[in-house]
């Protein structure tokens, strides 16, 4: 009987075991298919200061990684850059090209922008797919000292407090903390002080913020109980109640120990008891520790170990018996590997227009690391410090965050255990935005409405019928841009009626063309989707701070960007040259025929029956088809080519004999089936004119006309050389505050960079500031600071 016994316990114990191993299992196939089928960019942007006046240049250099390990991300071509005043209302807009997870552009901020803080936010195509408070933003401080000031008003009326129990929820009879966060009238974090009173106006205990408006008082709930946090913000007396307790469920409460371990305490209420709890923790999406526990006494108990955690934020969630998440908490493991930025400038006081010389050094684990760097050297007053977001506080910390980080720097430089207490505040107030578990339970696999632009720009539409406003399937489509580098794209509809046209790089702002294939569509329409994205975040922007004490700098800054604008501006408006390839989207033609090697005749008809051997051309009452020769056999196709006037599909060949020779250049011939997209031609008839405009003239009735933004130009930065005496004693006056950008910085694999630049004749004091990132996805910064004056 003790032997039976036994083994029936042992075979109870075996099949709960058993079941609680699987149901962990569950949980992490779960999560890792999510994790497999989201994958999520993370871009960060180095702007080459935070303050600007109107008519100023914003230089900037982005790097993309993948969100989870931060290692350079090559999925995407092109990156969406906008510029959104407090209304959430472009003021300027610009796409920027990728190489190898990283790219650069500018902005020259137009003289009709009124005096405010604005959002620069930038994203790409697949980031569309979620949500936007994953774009990248940061404010940037705009002044016009041409207009008259116009303080921009927060998007808060009033000050407020929040209130946060620690794990999501307040039970009661169960200790626990209350996290809070004052903002001020401005949108800015609001230092704070009160009391906790009960229903009857008893003090329960005080509170006092620590840090950015953030801090945590301790509360055991009682049955039957309201409590009110009393305090003064502003100038307002507050009266608010805080979350109601729960009467059921969990508390989590989490501490690290000296040891440097994570101990978890989690508080049940009796109907749990016995019942078995799951813990789990990711970084960023990767799996870091799963755990599970009985629920004895209304309590159970977890450790995990700091150093088994990834850097930066890791979610621990709870988990209940019905696998429900319960209770959720953020950690921070500060960074141990990043990338070391060393920069040593060859003196540390420099006189007006003298050479700067600055050599960098990048390492990691003691050895050099090649780098990816972008470097800006500015001058620092009252209106211009060293930006609070770099690349280092931004990967870890910023972008896995809900909402504004004031300060974020604050909690890397110098930690102690006053910063450890803010961080943790910040933490608990702050809430986590990059994963939700409901999207997990409920997952499908996603049919995502943005494609990756991995080779060029995806320009997306829609294909719908005219007479019922129903969408179209399986419908194809021409999309075609013309003039001199025209370009063409064929497509066909998906089961919804959406249609993506793949191109290569578009630098020019251009007119794109879309129309149906077949004539016999010609009662569908096609609208085309725009390419930047119309959705926002939650970010919100402060009031612009009163610049009146600071009107003498405010002063300087204006006559500095005036004389700059006066007497530089053709030298700001270089572009760097781009090799780009003038051949069609087929390459280059089986046969090319210049027309200016042949005697000219009156009428195309006579070019093409003379010269063009390999396009028959045929007549059938008045109208024309051209057939192509097949090469490879020696045959002519039976189904009609592709014909192109200057990049423009025409589906009518008279239009083409009714042409004036002598207004066309070329005509290339391919002399074999094409395969474009989801469509393929029977060989393909280019013909090309002298100014490359001639096809606009023959675009079909039912095409759709559409205004494109191509590709951003690259500028070259404007950082004149002072190496001669006669350059030096030059009477042009430089007053540059911003000395040099440089956004293409690389190591190599010594891991040294040189760089030389001249100071303007501006006196004062200087930052340069370096971030990148390494092969291997460390991110680093560092900044250094030296002197100008004049001696003479």
């Known amino acids: 009987m003790k032997r039976r016994a036994g083994l029936f316990f042992f075979l109870l114990n075996y099949g709960l075991l058993s079941a609680q191993n699987q149901l962990t299992e569950n949980l992490q196939r779960q999560f890792q298919n999510y994790q497999s089928n989201n994958l999520q960019e993370k871009l ?95 404010t940037l401080h705009i002044i016009n000292t041409l207009k008259k000031s116009v303080s921009a008003p927060s998007l808060k009326s009033f000050a407020s407090i929040q209130f946060f129990p620690e794990g999501g929820n307040a039970v009661i009879g169960f200790k626990g903390k209350i996290a809070f966060k004052a903002i001020g009238k401005d949108g800015r974090d609001l230092e704070c002080g009160g009391v906790i009173v009960n229903q009857n106006n008893d003090t329960i205990t005080k509170f006092q913020s620590q840090h950015n408006g953030m801090g945590y008082f301790l509360l055991r709930p009682e049955k039957n109980s309201a409590y009110f946090a009393v305090l003064r913000l502003d100038d307002s007396l507050i009266k608010q109640q805080l979350p109601k307790a729960e009467e059921n469920g969990f508390v989590m409460s989490v501490m690290l120990e000296e040891a440097g371990k994570f101990k978890i305490t989690v508080g049940a209420t009796p109907e749990f008891n016995n019942t078995n709890i799951y813990l789990f923790a990711q970084t960023r999406q990767v799996i870091k520790n799963v755990q599970t526990s009985l629920v004895k006494d209304g309590g159970a108990s977890f450790f995990i170990d700091q150093k088994d955690l990834g850097d930066g934020i890791t979610g621990i969630t709870l988990f209940n018996h019905l696998r429900q998440p319960v209770c959720e908490r953020l950690v921070f493991k500060r960074p141990k590997e990043t990338l070391s930025i060393l920069t040593k400038t060859d003196q540390a006081v420099y006189d007006t227009r003298k050479q700067v010389n600055i050599d960098v050094t990048t390492n990691s684990t003691n050895l050099p690391s090649a780098g990816n760097l972008s470097m800006s050297v500015f001058l620092i007053d009252s209106l211009q410090g060293v930006p609070e977001q770099n690349i280092l506080s931004y990967l870890f910390l910023s972008s896995d965050l809900n909402g504004n980080i004031e300060s974020p720097e604050y909690y890397f430089t110098n930690p102690d255990k006053t910063v450890d207490e803010a961080l943790d505040n910040l933490l608990l107030t702050q809430g986590w935005r990059r994963f939700k578990w409901n999207e997990l339970f409920d997952y499908k696999k996603p049919s995502f409405e943005f494609l990756p632009e991995i080779e060029g720009p995806v320009i997306n539409g829609k294909i719908i019928n005219k007479s019922t406003g129903l969408a179209v399937g399986a419908s194809g489509a021409f999309l075609s841009i013309p003039g001199a580098d025209n370009s063409f794209s064929s497509a066909t509809s998906d089961a919804q009626g959406i249609i993506r046209f793949a191109f290569k790089d578009i630098y020019k702002n251009n007119a794109i063309i879309v129309q149906p294939a077949l004539q016999k569509d010609s009662n569908y329409r096609i609208d085309i989707s725009k390419s930047y994205s119309d959705k926002f975040s939650s970010y919100t922007l402060p009031s612009l701070i009163d610049f009146r004490e600071k009107a003498n700098t405010l002063l300087n800054h204006s006559v500095s960007n005036q004389v700059g604008n006066t007497y530089a501006m053709d030298k700001k408006r270089q572009y760097v040259k781009k090799i780009i390839d003038t051949n069609a989207f087929y390459g280059k033609p089986d046969r090319l025929y210049i027309l200016d090697d042949y005697t000219r005749f009156q009428t195309m008809e006579e070019v093409l029956r003379e010269f063009v051997e390999d396009v028959r051309l045929r007549k059938e009452g008045d109208k024309f088809t051209f057939k192509v ?100 004693d030059s009477h042009m006056p430089d007053f540059r505050n911003v000395l040099y950008w440089a956004p293409q910085i690389s190591t190599g694999q010594n891991g040294k960079a040189h760089l030389t630049f001249y100071t303007s004749d501006l006196k004062g004091k200087f930052a340069v500031v370096i971030q990148g990132i390494s092969q291997e996805g460390l991110p680093g910064k560092t900044t250094a600071f030296f002197e100008v004056t004049d001696s003479k």
């Open 44 to 138: 960060f942007v180095h702007i080459d200061k935070s303050f600007y006046l109107a008519g100023e240049t914003v230089w900037f250099k982005i790097y993309s990684v993948d969100a989870s390990f931060h290692k350079p991300l090559t999925t995407s071509s092109i990156t969406y850059v906008e510029i959104l005043n407090k209304d959430l209302k472009p003021v300027m807009q610009t796409k920027i090209p990728m190489l190898n997870g990283s790219g650069n552009g500018s902005l020259s901020l137009p003289g009709f922008l009124v005096s405010g803080n604005y959002i620069f936010r930038a994203y790409t195509s697949w980031m569309k797919n979620f949500s936007p408070d994953f774009y990248y933003e940061s």
């Open 629 to 728: 020769r097949n090469r490879l056999f020696g045959t002519y196709f039976e189904e009609d080519p592709l014909i192109l006037l200057d990049g423009i599909p025409i589906s009518d060949a008279s239009k083409i004999i009714a042409l004036d020779p002598l207004k066309i250049w070329k005509i290339g011939v391919v002399t074999h089936d094409y395969y474009i997209g989801s469509s393929v031609f029977e060989g393909i008839v280019n013909v090309k004119s002298y100014s490359g405009e001639l096809g606009v003239t023959q675009i079909d009735p039912n095409s759709l006309v559409v205004e494109y933004d191509g590709l951003q130009e690259q500028r070259e930065f404007y950082s004149p050389a002072y190496a001669t005496r006669a350059e030096q």
